[in-house]
């Protein structure tokens, strides 16, 4: 599933503002609950869908499967290049 913006928590999500061309790239990231309930995985149509994100059941059920070949990362906002902090 492909969710849009409105599913960013725009009181603890913040951008890094270098120039124009970054003005997408977030600095810090997180999601409001009630909007991405019972979406154990999903990709971020407002990132132009350039990856994966998952809720904590999909990663326990990878887990407890001993799949391997996922890199699970809680800080969300890393995955993103920057030319400087």
């Not at 503002?17 to 609950?33: C, G, M, R, Y």
Request: charged content about 25%; some cysteine.
């Amino acid at each position: 599933t492909s969710l849009s913006g409105d599913v960013v928590d725009p009181d603890k999500t913040s951008v890094l503002l270098e120039n124009i061309d970054s003005a997408h790239i977030p600095k810090t990231l997180e999601f409001l609950p009630n909007k991405i309930v019972g979406k154990s995985i999903f990709k971020p149509g407002f990132a132009l869908n350039t990856f994966l994100v998952c809720q904590d059941d999909f990663k326990k059920a990878v887990e407890s499967a001993n799949l391997n070949g996922l890199l699970f990362d809680e800080n969300l906002a890393q995955m993103f290049p920057r030319k400087s902090d």
